[in-house]
C-alpha cells in the first residue's frame, strides 16, 4: 500500500472540506444574510408606510374637497342674506341658521385636516427614514458583497489548486489503496490512515505510540494500526 501518498491524499481532501466549510462560515457571508433580512423587513414597512400615506393624503383630500364645497355653500347663503331678496324674518332665520350649521361642519372637518396633515408629516418623515435606511443598508451590502467575493475567489482558487494536485496524485495511487481509503473514510471521520508524529502521536488520536510498533509500522508499512483508534498507521522514515 502506498501510505505516504495516501496520507498526502487524505491530506488534501481534508484541506479542501475545510476549505469549503470556512467558505460557508464566512463572517462576511453570515453578515450578508442579515443584512439582506433586514433590507427585506425594512423594505416591507417602506411599503405598507407608502400605503399608509396615500391613504392620509387620500383622506385629507376627501376632507379639504368637502370644506371647500361647504364653503361654497356659505357664500351662497351669505349672498343672498346680503342679496336684498328676503321676504320675511322666518327665511332669514332659516338662512342664518343654515349658515352656522355649515360653520359647525366647517369647524369640525378643519379640525380632522390638522389632525390628518400632522399625521402625514409624521408618516412623510418615517417615510424619508426609511429610505435613507434602506439606502445604507444596500450600500452596506455591496461593499461587504465586494469583499466576500474577494475572499471567496481566493479560497476557490486554492480550492482549485488542491483539485489539480489531487488528480496527480491519483494518477500514482492504485485502485486497491484507493478502494480501501473509500470504504473506511467515513468510518474515521474523514482520515483512515494516521500519521506517527514526530513525538510518535498518532495524528488521529494523539496516543503515543509504542516505539516497537512504530518501528513495524516502518518495516510493514499498510498492516500496522493504532491499538486506540485503530487508523492505519503510516510511519515516516526519520530523515
Ligand atoms: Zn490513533
Redesign the pocket.
Known sequence: MLLELLYRFQEMERKEEELEKSLKALPQFKELKRIKERFNQSKKKLETTKEVHANISRRLKKAEHQVSGLEDNQKELSRLLYAGTIKNSKELENIEQQINILSEQISRISDEIIIMMDEKESVEKELSELELELKKEYQKFNKLKLQYNQVKLNLEQEMKSIEEDKKKLLLELDNKTLTWYKENKEKFKGTPV?KVMENHA??????I?PITIVKEARTFPGSIY??????I?YAPEIK
Open positions: 494516521a498518532c495524528s488521529g488520536c494523539r496516543t505510540i493504532c491499538e486506540k483508534c485503530s487508523r498507521l
